[in-house]
C-alpha cells in the first residue's frame, strides 16, 4: 500500500505527566506527542498559550514535573500514514535474534552489518522502527547512541527516559566505555596509542556525511591497542574517547591505517589482499561496552560476538600468517 497523505484533526487531549517525562521541556515532550506536527505550529500554539500546564501559560523552557497536567489543543494536520513495519520480515525477525540484553530499563542488540539505526536519509527501516515493530506495549524505545549503517556490534536503547538521562550523562562525563575491533592496514605502530585530530563534518547535497580531519573541527580523541599482527594488517582495538560522526574510520585513515573494506576512507589495494577472506563489509565492530546501569547502579558490561563474515575472515588470514611461517 503506498504512503498517502491524509487530514487529521486532533481533539482537546489532557496528559498527566508520570516520571517518564519528568524534567523534559515542554516543547520537547509536544514534539514526541505530537509526531507529525511542525516545529513551528508546535512553538506557535506554545506563543499564543493554547498549550496550558495545570491552567497556567507557560514557556517552550518550561520543565515538566510529575503530576503536571498539560492541556494540548486540537490541531489539525498533514499526517503521511505508512503501512505499520510487519515483525514477520526478515530484518525484523533479525533484530529479535539480535537482542543481546534486556530487562525494564535498557535493552542491547547486536546491530548485524548494513541495518541503519534509524530510517531516514532515503533508509525506510532502521533498528529503532524495528524494535518499536517488535515491542508494540513499550511506551518508550529511544536510541542512547548511534554506530554506522556499515558497522556492526552492540547498540543500547534505553525504555525509559530516566534510563536515557542516565545514560546521556553517562555519555557527556566520558564515563561509558566503547571498545571497537577494526582490521587496518599494514602494521600498526605500537607506539601510536592515541590519535588526536579534530573531525570537521561535511553534509553533501545528496546527503552523504563526509568527515575529514580539520583544524576547525570539533576536538577527536581515540586510543588504540594492537590485538593481533598479520603483516599486511593489523587487528587493532579502538576505544573512542569523544563521539564524533566516523571517528575511528578517519582517525585510522588520517594515520595511513585504513579499515579494511571501508568503502569512504578505505584503500582499495588493501582491500584486494583480502579478496581470499571473502570480506564484504566494513571490518568495524562494536566488540564491548562498560556502564552504570540507570537502575541497579551496578557496573555492567556487555560483549557481543563478531559475525561469521568477520570471523571467517580473521580465521582464513590467520590460516595464512601460520602456513607462511611453516
Avoid at 90 to 116: H, Q, R, T
Avoid at 177 to 190: E, F, G, I, R
Wanted: aromatic share 6%.
Amino acid at each position: 500500500m503506498d504512503s498517502k497523505v491524509q487530514q487529521t484533526k486532533q481533539q482537546v487531549s489532557f496528559v498527566t505527566i508520570s516520571e517518564e517525562n519528568e524534567a523534559q521541556r515542554i516543547d520537547n515532550f509536544l514534539i514526541t506527542y505530537l509526531k507529525g506536527v511542525p516545529k513551528s505550529m508546535i512553538y506557535r500554539i506554545l506563543r499564543k498559550g493554547e498549550v496550558r500546564v495545570n491552567k497556567k501559560r507557560i514557556k517552550p523552557e518550561y520543565k515538566l514535573a510529575i503530576g503536571d497536567e498539560v492541556r494540548i489543543p486540537p490541531i489539525r494536520v498533514s499526517e503521511k500514514t505508512v503501512p505499520e513495519i510487519s515483525t514477520k520480515l526478515n530484518k525484523v525477525a533479525d533484530l529479535e535474534k539480535a537482542i543481546i540484553y534486556e530487562d525494564d530499563v535498557i535493552l542491547a542488540i547486536n546491530k548485524p552489518s548494513g541495518i541503519a539505526v534509524h530510517g531516514g536519509s532515503g533508509v525506510s527501516f532502521g533498528v529503532i522502527e524495528g524494535l518499536r515493530a517488535l515491542r508494540p506495549e513499550a511506551k518508550f524505545l529511544e536510541l542512547v547512541h548511534r554506530i554506522d549503517r556499515e558497522t556492526s556490534g552492540i547498540l543500547l536503547i534505553a525504555k525509559k527516559r530516566s534510563a536515557l538521562k542516565s545514560l546521556h550523562e553517562q555519555l557527556r562525563l566520558k564515563q561509558m566505555q566503547k571498545n571497537y575491533l577494526a582490521l587496518v592496514k599494514d602494521n600498526w605502530p605500537s607506539e601510536c596509542k592515541v590519535v588526536q585530530a579534530p573531525l570537521l563534518k561535511n553534509v553533501l547535497k545528496s546527503g552523504e556525511r563526509v568527515v575529514k580531519v580539520n583544524a576547525e573541527g570539533k576536538p577527536s580523541e581515540t586510543r588504540f591497542k594492537v590485538e593481533e599482527r598479520f603483516g599486511f594488517a593489523t587487528l587493532v582495538k579502538a576505544s573512542p574517547v569523544t563521539g564524533r560522526t566516523h571517528q575511528i574510520r578517519v582517525h585510522t585513515q588520517y594515520v595511513n591505517h585504513p579499515i579494511a573494506f571501508d568503502d569512504r576512507y578505505g584503500d582499495s589495494q588493501f582491500d584486494a589482499l583480502l579478496a581470499d577472506s571473502k570480506l564484504n563489509r566494513l571490518f568495524l565492530h562494536a566488540t564491548n561496552v562498560k556502564f552504570i546501569h540507570p537502575k541497579t547502579l551496578q557496573e555492567m558490561q556487555l560483549n557481543a560476538p563478531l559475525d561469521d563474515v568477520l570471523q571467517n575472515c580473521l580465521t582464513k588470514i590467520r590460516d595464512d600468517k601460520h602456513q607462511q611461517t611453516e
